[in-house]
């Protein structure tokens, strides 16, 4: 089973023969490294660019109302905020032109802890991504759908931001990408390059296929109909072991909705499901303040206040000015699988 560096270099590879992509670039994304993740490794349209977060935004919107389809990334969502002005340029000049000028561009980036990156290589983007409108957000949780999310993203007229959660990049699937070995140490050979003399090495490309994930459509991670927890990204596995846990300690089955889109977002998926449970939870990584899961959480006191039993939850990661090098300074910070139980056996108890 391919990681999720690997499945989106796979992505990117059939963007480059099937889709047109031309340009893939940023900070030392072409050879010898592949990208900080490898996650460009082996590609032929890609190139480094200058350690200019400005410039490669920049030059990715030129090149996207030009006639292309760039993918540019970001090395680490903590410097990408120098071009805030910039990607809102890019997420509004669609709607600003009253659809003339099309902006089919994707700048990805990592995000999120569990890497011990401390304050510079460790931050959210969630709640500024979201602020971004007429700009697509999404954040895989999986390798199979960082896929189909980036395939999405490549074909898409408008532009988006590919959140990769960076402690996840070189975890494995459980499912197998639509063409890719079945040996993942097959798969390691065939596109991955050696430590050492990189100079002459090519990827041997296996036959993936199209697979797209819809932007926008949400999945169901886990069956449940005690409780619900709505979350994205880093946070799905840890979700999926906190459901495990309350299950098996207290009986309860916790039904886990993976957002794989933030904007826009699976409300109908989401609505269906804390009808059915009644209790919810959402969880991220990002800052309590100002929290995207603040907006879902507003919106279902709104909409669903009569049909829910008890008060919904938010879980995020504390409102400090950054994360510590220190893995116990990064666990206090952002939420830990005892966190999510913790979270979850409160919303469990209180009386309907």
Not at 55 to 64: E, H, K, T
Not at 177 to 194: Q, T, V, Y
Not at 207 to 225: F, H, K, L, M, N
Not at 302 to 325: C, N, S, T
Request: hydrophobic share 45%.
């Amino acid at each position: 089973m391919a990681t999720m560096a690997q499945a989106i270099r796979l992505a990117l590879h059939y963007g480059e023969e099937n889709l047109g992509i031309k340009e893939i670039f940023g900070e030392d994304v072409g050879p010898p490294l592949g990208g900080v993740f490898t996650v460009t490794q082996g590609l032929k349209t890609a190139w480094n660019s200058p350690l200019d977060e400005r410039g490669i935004v920049g030059a990715a919107i030129g090149l996207a109302w030009a006639g292309s389809r760039p993918v540019a990334e970001v090395q680490f969502s903590d410097y990408i905020f120098n071009a805030i002005d910039l990607l809102k340029l890019a997420a509004n000049s669609t709607w600003a032109s009253a659809g003339r000028f099309k902006m089919p561009l994707v700048i990805m980036t990592p995000v999120g802890a569990g890497i011990h990156g401390s304050m510079y290589h460790s931050h959210s983007f969630d709640s500024v991504a979201t602020k971004l409108h007429g700009m697509k957000v999404v954040c895989p949780s999986n390798p199979l759908d960082a896929y189909g999310l980036m395939l999405a993203a490549v074909k898409d007229d408008d532009p988006v931001l590919y959140l990769k959660p960076k402690a996840l990049l070189r975890v494995r699937g459980e499912k197998l990408i639509p063409g890719e070995p079945r040996d993942s140490r097959a798969l390691d050979e065939m596109i991955n390059a050696p430590i050492s003399n990189r100079e002459n090495w090519k990827p041997r490309w296996p036959q993936v296929e199209d697979y797209t994930v819809p932007i926008g459509r949400a999945r169901i991670a886990r069956e449940g109909t005690d409780a619900t927890i709505v979350t994205h990204g880093r946070m799905v596995p840890v979700a999926l072991d906190a459901a495990e846990a309350v299950a098996s300690s207290a009986g309860f089955q916790t039904e886990v909705v993976d957002l794989r889109s933030l904007i826009p977002y699976d409300w109908e998926c989401l609505k269906s499901s804390i009808r059915k449970t009644g209790r919810v939870l959402f969880l991220n990584e990002e800052t309590e303040i100002t929290n995207f899961g603040e907006h879902l959480f507003r919106r279902t006191v709104d909409e669903l206040f009569y049909e829910i039993k008890v008060r919904p939850r938010l879980l995020a990661a504390k409102a400090v000015p950054g994360i510590g090098l220190s893995p116990v300074l990064e666990n206090a910070t952002v939420p830990q699988k005892s966190d999510v139980e913790r979270a979850l056996h409160e919303l469990l108890a209180e009386a309907a």
